[in-house]
C-alpha cells in the first residue's frame, strides 16, 4: 500500500493548522522576537501576517491544484523542476527538524528545566506513537489541544488587561531600525509557517480543492487575532524589555498582573501547546519525508504506508528518532532562528511555484507571490547572522548532495 487515505475534514485541517502556529509562537517566539524590535513589536508581526498571508496564498492554492503529500516539495517539483522541489523538501525537513526539537525542549524547560533533555526526549516518543496510530486520532488529540490552550491564553489576557500592573512602553517606537524589525518578523514567522501542515497533508484531505484554502485561511486568521491580543496583553505589563528578557513571558505576565495563582495554569497550558505543536510537526516533516523517499532523494525504504493505519509509518520513526537526538543535544533559541531561515527558503520556493500557475487553473493574482517571495528572502536573510549562516552552509550540503546523486545517478529524481 503506497497511498494514504482521505480522512480529514475542514474541521480536521483547521485544528492541525491552529495547534502548530499557536503553540508554537505564544510561548517561544515572542520573547526573542521583542529583543529584536522592542517597542516596534508590533510592527513586525504586522510585518510577519503580511509575509505569512502572501504564503499561505499560494501555497492553499498550490494544494487545491496539487494534493499530494508534500507541499512545497510536490509544488517545486511540478512547476519549477526537480532540483527546485528538492531544495524546498530540504529545506522543509532540516528546519522543521529544528522546530520540532525546540518545541520538545519547550515541554521540557516547562515541566522540568533541569531534566529538559529527558523529558523532551520522553514527548517526542509519545507523540511518535500517537502519530503512528493514524492521522484521525492525532486531528482528534489537536483539537482537544487547541481548545485548552485557547482558554488558557483568553485567561491570561483578561488578567493583564485587568490587571493592576502596567509598563509604560510605545507601541510603535522605531529604535530597533528596519533590521531590529524585520528579524523580529523573521523570528515571529517560526510560528505563522505552521499552515504549511494543511498542504502537506493534502492527500489526506477530503475535497482538497475546496478544503485546504478554506482551512489555510481560517487557520491562519484565528492565529493572527490570538497573536496580535496576546502580544499587547503581555507587553502591558512586561514592555519590551521585560518580555526581551523572559523565559517565559506569560507566566511573568499573570505574575505582574497580580494573579501568581494563575501561574501554575498557564504553565500547564504551556505544556500542552507545546505538544500540540510537536505532533503537528511530524505530521508534516513525516509527509514530506515520504514524498521525498517516493522520489528517492532519501532512502525509498521510507516511503511505506502502514496497511493497517494508513500512515508514513517508517517516515515518522525516522523523523522521531532524528528529533529526539536533536532535542537531546540542542537549544531553544538556537533551533528558532535556524529553523526560521530554512522555513522562509522553503515559501520562497512555494511563491516562485504560484507565479507560474496561470488563473485559469487557480492561481492567485501575481501580486501575491510576488510580495511572499520577496518577503521571505528580505526577511531570511534580516534574521540573526548565526542562523543565516547555519541555515546556508546547511541548503548548500543538501544542493551539492543533490548535485553528486544526479552524477552518479542522472535520472534519480527526474
Same mark, same amino acid.
Given at each position: 500500500?503506497?497511498? /494514504?487515505?482521505?480522512?480529514?475534514?475542514?474541521?480536521?485541517?483547521?485544528?492541525?493548522?491552529?495547534?502548530?502556529?499557536?503553540?508554537?509562537?505564544?510561548?517561544?517566539?515572542?520573547?526573542?522576537?521583542?529583543?529584536?524590535?522592542?517597542?516596534?513589536?508590533?510592527?513586525?508581526?504586522?510585518?510577519?501576517?503580511?509575509?505569512?498571508?502572501?504564503?499561505?496564498?499560494?501555497?492553499?492554492?498550490?494544494?487545491?491544484?496539487?494534493?499530494?503529500?508534500?507541499?512545497?516539495?510536490?509544488?517545486?517539483?511540478?512547476?519549477?523542476?526537480?532540483?527546485?522541489?528538492?531544495?524546498?523538501?530540504?529545506?522543509?525537513?532540516?528546519?522543521?527538524?529544528?522546530?520540532?526539537?525546540?518545541?520538545?525542549?519547550?515541554?521540557? %524547560?516547562?515541566?522540568?528545566?533541569?531534566?529538559?533533555?529527558?523529558?523532551?526526549?520522553?514527548?517526542?516518543?509519545?507523540?511518535?506513537?500517537?502519530?503512528?496510530?493514524?492521522?484521525?486520532?492525532?486531528?482528534?488529540?489537536?483539537?482537544?489541544?487547541?481548545?485548552?490552550?485557547?482558554?488558557? /491564553?483568553?485567561?491570561?489576557?483578561?488578567?493583564?488587561?485587568?490587571?493592576?500592573?502596567?509598563?509604560?512602553?510605545?507601541?510603535?517606537?522605531?529604535?530597533?531600525?528596519?533590521?531590529?524589525?524585520?528579524?523580529?518578523?523573521?523570528? /515571529?514567522?517560526?510560528?505563522?509557517?505552521?499552515?504549511?501542515?494543511?498542504?502537506?497533508?493534502?492527500?489526506?484531505?477530503?475535497?482538497?480543492?475546496?478544503?485546504?484554502?478554506?482551512?489555510?485561511?481560517? !487557520?491562519?486568521?484565528?492565529?493572527?487575532?490570538?497573536?496580535?491580543?496576546?502580544?499587547?496583553?503581555?507587553?502591558?505589563?512586561?514592555?519590551?524589555?521585560?518580555?526581551?528578557?523572559?523565559?517565559?513571558?506569560?507566566?511573568?505576565?499573570?505574575?505582574?498582573?497580580?494573579?501568581?495563582?494563575?501561574?501554575?495554569?498557564?504553565?500547564?497550558?504551556?505544556?500542552?501547546?507545546?505538544?500540540?505543536?510537536? /505532533?503537528?510537526?511530524?505530521?508534516?516533516?513525516?509527509?514530506?519525508? %515520504?514524498?521525498?523517499?517516493?522520489?528517492?532523494? %532519501?532512502?525509498?525504504?521510507?516511503? +511505506?504506508?502502514?496497511?493497517?493505519?494508513?500512515?508514513?509509518?517508517?517516515?515518522?520513526?525516522?523523523?522521531?528518532?532524528?528529533?529526539?537526538?536533536?532535542?537531546?543535544?540542542?537549544?531553544?533559541?538556537?533551533?528558532?532562528?535556524? !529553523?526560521?531561515?530554512?522555513?522562509?527558503?522553503?515559501?520562497?520556493?512555494?511563491?516562485?511555484?504560484?507565479?507560474?500557475?496561470?488563473?485559469?487553473?487557480?492561481?492567485?493574482?501575481?501580486?501575491?507571490?510576488?510580495?511572499?517571495?520577496?518577503?521571505? %528572502?528580505?526577511?531570511?536573510?534580516?534574521?540573526?547572522?548565526?542562523?543565516?549562516?547555519?541555515?546556508?552552509?546547511?541548503?548548500? +550540503?543538501?544542493?551539492?548532495?543533490?548535485?553528486?546523486?544526479?552524477?552518479?545517478?542522472?535520472?534519480?529524481?527526474?
Amino acid at each position: 500500500m503506497s497511498e /494514504l487515505k482521505r480522512s480529514l475534514g475542514l474541521a480536521d485541517a483547521v485544528s492541525i493548522g491552529l495547534g502548530s502556529m499557536i503553540g508554537a509562537g505564544i510561548f517561544v517566539a515572542l520573547a526573542p522576537a521583542a529583543e529584536a524590535a522592542g517597542g516596534a513589536l508590533l510592527l513586525a508581526l504586522a510585518v510577519a501576517a503580511v509575509v505569512a498571508w502572501a504564503n499561505a496564498t499560494s501555497s492553499a492554492r498550490l494544494a487545491a491544484v496539487l494534493p499530494s503529500s508534500g507541499g512545497t516539495y510536490v509544488f517545486g517539483r511540478e512547476r519549477l523542476g526537480p532540483f527546485w522541489g528538492y531544495l524546498a523538501g530540504w529545506s522543509f525537513v532540516v528546519g522543521k527538524t529544528a522546530s520540532c526539537a525546540a518545541m520538545a525542549l519547550t515541554v521540557g %524547560l516547562y515541566v522540568s528545566p533541569p531534566h529538559a533533555p529527558a523529558v523532551a526526549v520522553a514527548a517526542v516518543v509519545l507523540l511518535t506513537a500517537v502519530s503512528y496510530r493514524g492521522v484521525q486520532r492525532s486531528a482528534r488529540l489537536t483539537r482537544v489541544i487547541v481548545a485548552v490552550v485557547l482558554a488558557v /491564553l483568553a485567561a491570561v489576557v483578561v488578567t493583564t488587561l485587568v490587571g493592576t500592573g502596567a509598563t509604560p512602553w510605545e507601541p510603535m517606537s522605531l529604535d530597533a531600525g528596519a533590521r531590529g524589525i524585520l528579524q523580529a518578523a523573521g523570528l /515571529l514567522f517560526f510560528a505563522f509557517a505552521g499552515y504549511a501542515r494543511i498542504a502537506t497533508l493534502g492527500e489526506e484531505v477530503r475535497d482538497p480543492a475546496r478544503t485546504i484554502p478554506r482551512a489555510v485561511t481560517i !487557520s491562519l486568521a484565528v492565529t493572527l487575532v490570538v497573536y496580535a491580543v496576546v502580544a499587547v496583553a503581555v507587553l502591558r505589563v512586561l514592555g519590551p524589555d521585560g518580555l526581551a528578557t523572559s523565559d517565559a513571558p506569560l507566566v511573568d505576565a499573570v505574575r505582574a498582573a497580580g494573579a501568581p495563582g494563575l501561574a501554575p495554569v498557564v504553565q500547564v497550558g504551556a505544556v500542552i501547546a507545546a505538544l500540540g505543536s510537536l /505532533l503537528a510537526l511530524i505530521l508534516g516533516v513525516s509527509r514530506t519525508t %515520504l514524498a521525498m523517499a517516493r522520489d528517492r532523494h %532519501l532512502p525509498h525504504a521510507l516511503a +511505506a504506508v502502514h496497511p493497517r493505519f494508513g500512515v508514513p509509518h517508517r517516515a515518522e520513526l525516522a523523523v522521531g528518532l532524528v528529533v529526539a537526538v536533536v532535542a537531546a543535544t540542542g537549544d531553544v533559541r538556537a533551533a528558532i532562528g535556524f !529553523s526560521s531561515f530554512g522555513v522562509l527558503v522553503y515559501y520562497a520556493i512555494a511563491n516562485a511555484s504560484a507565479w507560474t500557475l496561470p488563473r485559469a487553473q487557480g492561481g492567485p493574482p501575481r501580486v501575491v507571490p510576488a510580495v511572499g517571495l520577496v518577503g521571505c %528572502l528580505v526577511v531570511a536573510f534580516s534574521l540573526p547572522v548565526g542562523s543565516v549562516v547555519a541555515g546556508a552552509a546547511v541548503l548548500a +550540503a543538501g544542493a551539492a548532495w543533490y548535485g553528486v546523486r544526479r552524477l552518479v545517478r542522472p535520472r534519480a529524481g527526474s
